[in-house]
């Protein structure tokens, strides 16, 4: 019996295959988008994006391409082919909108270009794109069921970019310049106020400003001591108990006592 059933799977398989080499060769457009539909809703999508590719001009303006170019962008999108897919689906949402599938392409055209945004370390230029396109989604559609999903994205989208400025900043303090991590971590965290690596920047800044006291020249210490001092005050007031609390304290400890002698 199982030999029987393996027999016929391969038979289907055969025939199938032989259909869709037929459909290739084939004129008639109507024979691509009929055998390109059937292999789109049984998931070979690769196999659906050669047909749709050959019949795509010949179709546009006619009554099926609306379904053609629908199929069409999700199939890209299927394949993780990302660029392709948020450019048809964003040529879907402006030549059809009034389709029931306008919204859907809508959101993910921007979403397509959100899954081409790289790890942070790297050039952010895509997910910059992602951002004010999933943004224009919002403006456009703001009472949309993908509103909840559009906004998470450029969530974690911004954060990606502010743990990339963070780390920049952070940088400067790693190869021990201090003053340009002090204008940095400042600029960081004027810009992103709300930042979830704002007690990380505070923390860094203060150590940075440790620092910089600390190794300074006599006539320069008391100043940028106190400097340090604000700026553990400015953690400390962030989150009393931070994490950072243990080696803050051992900080200023020593703060504090090189302080005492500009006191004498």
């Known amino acids: 019996m199982k030999k029987i059933i393996s027999l ?4 289907v398989l055969f025939v199938s295959c032989s259909e869709y080499q037929k459909a290739l060769k084939n004129d008639d457009v109507a024979v691509k988008f009929e055998m390109g539909t059937k292999l789109y809703e049984a998931g070979k999508y690769t196999k659906a994006i050669r047909l749709f590719e050959q019949i795509a001009p010949a179709y546009r303006g006619k009554p099926q391409a609306e379904k053609l ?11 993780g082919q ?13 030549g059809y909108p009034k ?4 919204q859907e392409a809508a959101y993910l055209g921007p979403k397509s270009y959100s899954m081409l945004s790289p790890v942070y370390s790297l050039d952010q230029t ?13 403006d456009t559609y703001p009472n ?5 999903e559009a906004n998470e994205a450029v969530r974690v989208l911004s954060e990606k970019i502010e743990k990339k400025v963070f780390e920049n900043a952070k940088g400067y303090n790693t190869i021990s310049d ?18 979830p690596f704002k007690e990380d920047a505070l923390y860094y800044k203060f150590e940075s400003a440790y620092q910089l006291g600390i190794n300074s020249v006599e006539s320069k210490k ?19 108990g931070t994490k950072y609390k243990g080696k803050a304290n051992e900080m200023l400890a020593l703060i504090e006592q090189d302080l005492q002698k500009f006191t004498k």
């Open 8 to 11: 016929l799977l391969l038979t």
């Open 69 to 79: 170019f629908y199929m069409f962008a999700q199939s890209y999108y299927k394949t």
């Open 82 to 94: 990302y660029y392709l897919a948020g450019y048809q689906f964003e040529s879907f949402a402006s």
């Open 99 to 102: 389709s029931e599938k306008v």
């Open 126 to 138: 895509d997910t910059y794109k992602a951002i004010d396109k999933l943004q224009s989604f919002i």
């Open 144 to 148: 949309s069921e993908y509103l909840p």
């Open 178 to 195: 201090y003053k340009s991590a002090l204008v940095a971590l400042d600029n960081f965290i004027a810009d992103y106020p709300g930042t």
């Open 222 to 240: 008391e100043e940028r001591l106190n400097v340090a001092k604000t700026a553990y005050t400015s953690l400390i007031r962030f989150n009393a």
